[in-house]
T-cell receptor, first 113, second 112 residues
């Protein structure tokens, strides 16, 4: 399918490497963050989330780190696989208000066998 | 499969025309969100409906409108289409406010 975001920052890694995708968020009031994965021709798929009362959260092969001081999120993918190749978006939200996610521009991850 | 269904998958139309995109949320979800994704703008929030009523509005043009029906499915109406409206349109749903939104596979709109 047609790729999304031809002008996105791109991270190229080898299969088996660990990947780190970074995201700077804009709203200091944001207290909830989500990482989504979007494969070519598909809709965004939830990966992992984190609330602002946490600095770190781990899932299966993925870890999200939150640094509220510098408004920075990162997504770490362990032992990256070719199937991890996709565009990754961070999204932020203020839970006290109505739920309207604000998405970052995205990063394309390319995994070579 | 997220459980969110969007139809049609592809839509090709001409400038000036009007189209309707349809979304069925996950079973039990009351909130439906519409997003536009273009190559140069990323994912842009358009509008949210909750249990039939408009709840939040984003960068939605006046030529665009949406509604949510009693069975909770939603439609996004795009009128007086322009070339620049060509994009992917996504619908997402969740139980209500906060946390994870689950996305459909999208409708690819091509305006020629």
């Amino acid at each position: 399918g047609e790729s999304v975001g031809l002008h996105l920052p791109t991270l190229s890694v080898q299969e088996g490497d660990n990947s780190i995708i970074n995201c700077a968020y804009s709203n200091s009031a944001s207290d909830y963050f989500i990482w989504y994965k979007q494969e070519s021709g598909k809709g965004p798929q939830f990966i992992i989330d984190i609330r602002s009362n946490m600095d770190k959260r781990q899932g299966q092969r993925v870890t999200v780190l939150l640094n509220k001081t510098v408004k920075h999120l990162s997504l770490q993918i362990a032992a990256t696989q070719p199937g991890d190749s996709a565009v990754y978006f961070c999204a932020e939200n203020v839970l006290s208000g109505y739920s309207t996610l604000t998405f970052g521009k995205g990063t394309m991850l390319l995994v070579s066998p | 499969d997220s459980g969110v269904t969007q139809t049609p998958k592809h839509l090709i139309t001409a400038t000036g025309q009007r189209v309707t995109l349809r979304c069925s949320p996950r079973s039990g979800d009351l909130s439906v969100y519409w997003y536009q994704q273009s190559l140069d703008q990323g994912l842009q929030f358009l509008i949210q409906y909750y249990n039939g009523e408009e709840r939040a509005k984003g960068n939605i043009l006046e030529r665009f409108s949406a509604q949510q029906f009693p069975d909770l499915h939603s439609e996004l109406n795009l009128s007086s289409l322009e070339l620049g409206d060509s994009a992917l349109y996504f619908c997402a749903s969740n139980e209500g406010d906060g946390d994870i939104q689950y996305f459909g596979a999208g409708t690819r709109l091509s305006v020629l």
